[in-house]
């Protein structure tokens, strides 16, 4: 928005002298001719008047006394002319004038007066001074349009903008509304003009005097106040939501200027994206939220007239494949599609919904018997699993129905879901293109592992782990090598559960980290009692999950660890898998060289059974290979796993490390081993793991490799 400004215009300044006589013109014009303006004469009034009417005449010298219209008569008519009504005359005049002469010419606008004959001089000077008073007139006329021009133009701002602006004295009092505030509060500019601006405001309430009120504190100290929620009262008696800004105005006006806006259309546009948080916007069946809250509300109006209530989860088979091979889009026109075939299926007061993925929800209400949820999932099921056209392409879909009843399978929206989604995952297990009811066996495990979990907790707060500790022997000498500690769970009334059952638990639960942690510092502690019993450089073996192994801090905690129980690192062995390793092959070797830098030992546990891959253990720093038990136990029997064994063992020797065979329970084990050049072994034919008390009731100096089947 520019401004209109004040423009200064060249100007050829024109002096119109009347006379009737020629003589006085060409005397005049002689006089005048070198001034910086230009002269311009007539003979008469009529023609004065013509010549003003044509051009930008900015002095008039004016013969007063001339045949026909004298010079008065001309003045008064130039002022009566809004064109003229400010142009200076000087009158010019043969005859000395008396008083009343005099003021009859001021009177007609006259500015002034010269009686011939004259001083040349005095006349110049005196134009002079009157076209620097025109000009000022002229400029002054000339900002005053502009100003009412800018006015105008401030005017039609304020009256066609949309926010409400008022300007309210700092007496409290509106001293000026514009349309839109008028039609918010519904009521007129005029009625607005006067009345108290906290008589406008229904919230926040402002019951204290103007003086007090925020909107007068802000003011007083110059500051901006503002209100995101507040309330109008309107004039029909309701409210209105809007924002208000109030700002003070320059001092000297001494009011504040208050800009509403009408909050009305973001509410409704907030309710809109509430919608949307509730759809799924590709299929436009209800998302994950929508249909929870769906659901929940279906519950709360249940009636329990006999009908049933049935949750379907339905998950496609074979998606994942259509997405990867055919890509996104293929996969999002696959969703809308099978979303259409599934709301064919629905009766009106059916619910779907999309949980993410390839995952759907259905929700069927007032059911006769619950088969027909079964009858339901078969057409779904039949639907579904043909082949589609997609881009020319024919794909071939399935889907996975798992069924949860209310109120048999839960009675809350979380219950139903988990009952469904665990069904779903069964009729996956069972094969796929099924439907599979949730069952009480289903429940019954899921109940099982929430004891569990509860049990392991609750172990964990009573420290009620153990470790026991497996002896290693190395084949060649009969030495003890070590002890590779076991995680013990003595879970009371249930006896032992094994490590294979509730570690994985401990891992999905995220409760590995504290068990872990409680592991290394025990095995450390522990192996503080050995030395004196078995001498020293003795290798503690301890055991650590993926998830373990992938924390940050893990180097870290084992070196404070060593330095708090003074255990040198390299009596310390961590027995990580293969697994473990390649879950971030950049990140392992990151570890693996900040263990080695510790100098801590690192064992690859179950070797074989994984990766194996050759390429991996050039990259990693390692130390030892356990050959899984499987292959030991198997070895003697099957020449397979003979071959497998002799190679590790070879491999090994090839790249400089250290072989342990696990699971040794047999003498002839033991020697196939030997005379295989095996480095090391462990199993049940020396001992299984041992209680610290057992460990050292052990022999202290025995050939181990004789010492048996304790
Ligand atoms: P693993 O590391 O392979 O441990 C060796 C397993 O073989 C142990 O089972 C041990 O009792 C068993 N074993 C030893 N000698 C023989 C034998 O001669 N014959 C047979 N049949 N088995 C033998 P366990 O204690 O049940 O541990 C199972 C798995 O649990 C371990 O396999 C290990 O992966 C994990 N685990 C044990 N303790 C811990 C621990 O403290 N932390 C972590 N993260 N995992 C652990
Ligand atoms: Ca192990
Ligand atoms: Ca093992």
Not at 34 to 61: F, K, P, R
Not at 349 to 360: A, C, N, P, Q
Not at 364 to 391: F, G, P, Q, T, Y
């Amino acid at each position: 928005m520019s401004r209109p400004q004040l423009q200064a215009q060249p100007r050829t300044r024109t002096l119109l002298v009347v006379d009737d006589r020629e003589a006085n013109l060409v005397a005049m014009e002689a006089l005048l001719g070198d001034g910086d303006w230009q002269v311009h004469t007539v003979n008469s009034g009529e023609a004065a008047l013509q010549a003003l009417l044509e051009l930008d005449v900015e002095l008039v010298l004016l013969d007063v006394q001339m045949p026909g219209m004298d010079g008065f008569e001309v003045a008064r008519l130039m002022r009566g002319n809004p064109h003229t009504r400010y142009t200076p005359i000087i009158f010019v005049s043969a005859i000395a004038h008396n008083r009343d002469s005099v003021l009859k010419g001021y009177a007609t606008g006259a500015v002034d007066f010269i009686l011939k004959p004259f001083d040349p001089q005095v006349l110049k000077h005196k134009i002079n001074t009157l076209l620097a008073h025109e000009h000022n007139r002229r400029d002054l006329q000339l900002l005053t349009q502009q100003l009412d021009s800018a006015r105008a133009f401030n005017a039609s701002v304020l009256n066609n903008a949309a926010e409400g602006i008022l300007v309210v004295g700092e007496d409290g009092y509106i001293s000026f509304a514009n349309p839109a505030i008028a039609h918010m509060l519904r009521g007129s500019v005029d009625g607005l003009k006067g009345t108290p601006l906290l008589s406008h405001l229904a919230s926040p309430e402002m019951t204290q005097p103007w003086r007090e009120s925020d909107f007068y504190l802000h003011w007083r100290s110059g500051a901006t106040y503002r209100l995101h929620e507040a309330q109008l009262r309107t004039a029909d008696g309701g409210t209105l939501p809007v924002a208000i800004s109030c700002s003070p105005l320059p001092r000297q006006q001494r009011s504040m200027v208050v800009i509403a806006l009408d909050m009305s259309v973001v509410r409704n546009l907030h309710a809109q994206l509430e919608t949307q948080a509730v759809t799924d916007s590709l299929t436009g069946l209800l998302n994950r939220r929508g249909f929870t809250q769906a659901l929940d509300s279906a519950l709360a109006r249940v009636d329990r007239n006999g009908k049933c209530m049935a949750v379907l989860y339905i998950d496609l088979d074979g998606f994942k494949r259509i997405n990867d091979s055919l890509g996104h889009e293929a996969g999002d026109e696959i969703l809308c599609k099978v979303a259409r075939l599934l709301e064919t299926c629905m009766r009106p007061y059916d619910i779907l919904g999309r949980m993410g993925g390839d995952e759907f929800t259905a929700l069927l209400d007032s059911l006769d018997h619950i088969e027909d949820a079964a009858k339901v999932a078969e057409k779904l099921i039949e639907l579904i699993s043909v082949r589609h056209r997609i881009d020319d392409t024919e794909v071939t879909l399935g889907a996975s129905i798992g069924i949860a009843s209310f109120p048999d399978c839960g009675h809350s929206v979380e219950e139903l879901l988990r009952a469904a989604d665990m069904a779903m995952y069964e009729a996956k297990r069972a094969g796929r293109q099924q439907f599979r009811f949730f069952s009480k066996e289903m429940n019954g495990r899921a109940h099982a592992r929430l004891v569990m979990e509860e049990n392991l907790r609750s172990t964990i707060e009573r420290n009620g782990f153990d470790l026991v500790y497996q002896p290693q022997i190395e084949l060649a000498s009969g030495r003890l090598r070590g002890f590779e500690a076991l995680l013990r769970w003595d879970h009371s009334g249930t006896g032992d559960v094994q490590p294979g059952v509730f570690i994985p638990l401990l891992e999905e639960t995220r409760l590995i980290d504290r068990v872990g942690e409680w592991v290394l510092r025990e095995g450390i502690a522990q192996h503080r009692e050995w030395p004196e019993r078995f001498g020293e450089g003795l290798i503690l073996s301890l055991n650590v999950s993926p998830i373990q192994f992938a924390r940050p801090g893990l180097v870290d905690v084992l070196g404070r660890l060593l330095e708090e129980y003074g255990l040198a690192p390299a009596q310390l062995e961590l027995e990580v898998t293969e697994g473990t390793l390649m879950q971030d092959l950049d990140q392992s070797c990151e570890k693996l060289r900040r263990l080695r830098e510790l100098g801590v030992r690192v064992a690859i546990d179950d070797f074989g059974t994984g990766y194996s891959s050759l390429a991996y253990l050039r990259h990693f720093e390692l130390d030892t290979l356990k050959i899984d038990r499987l292959f030991i136990a198997n070895m003697l029997d099957s020449p397979r796993d003979a071959a497998v064994v002799s190679t590790i063992i070879d491999l090994g020797r090839n790249l400089g490390l250290e072989v342990i065979a696990e699971g040794v329970e047999t003498h002839a084990q033991r020697d196939w081993l030997i005379e295989h050049g095996c480095d090391v072994m462990q199993g049940f034919l020396v001992a299984p793991g041992l209680r610290p008390d057992e460990v050292v009731d052990l022999p202290s100096h025995v050939d181990w490799r004789r010492l048996e089947g304790r």
